[in-house]
């Protein structure tokens, strides 16, 4: 079974730093495209960034402070995000899914491979 676990979340000032994990099991990471995207209360499901076989993107509104990496070997990818600031505080979920990163982070969550549960960022002075 595909799994998908969230951690890393939590608050922080505005300008300063997180690193959210998601730890995966039951396939193979790098065969799968990863995402990680964003929901608060009210609001759209917003794509953040993804890592795919060979590319990763990134939402404009993040480009320059979040990257996104993956190490095979702990079955983990994560999103480092600096300079964060009060629009960023949002539920952060990871997603995957066999097909593109374009596809991870445009489909409702439901028809994709797996989703996790989120983790909760707050930048808040």
């Known amino acids: 079974q595909m799994r998908l676990a969230e951690s890393g979340g939590g608050l922080v000032q505005p300008g300063g730093s997180l690193t959210l994990s998601c730890v995966v099991s039951?396939?193979?990471?790098?065969?799968?495209?990863i995402g990680w995207y964003r929901k608060a209360p009210g609001k759209e499901r917003e794509g953040v960034s993804c890592i795919g076989k060979t590319t990763s993107v990134y939402r404009d509104s993040v480009k320059g402070r979040f990257t996104i990496s993956r190490d095979a070997a702990k079955s983990t990818v994560y999103l480092r995000m600096d300079n964060l600031q009060p629009e960023d505080t949002e539920e952060y979920y990871c997603a995957t899914d066999v097909g593109p990163c374009a596809r991870v982070l445009t489909t409702p969550v439901e028809e994709l491979d797996a989703w996790g549960q989120g983790t909760l960022v707050t930048v808040s002075s």
């Open positions: 039951g396939f193979t990471l790098e065969d799968f495209s």
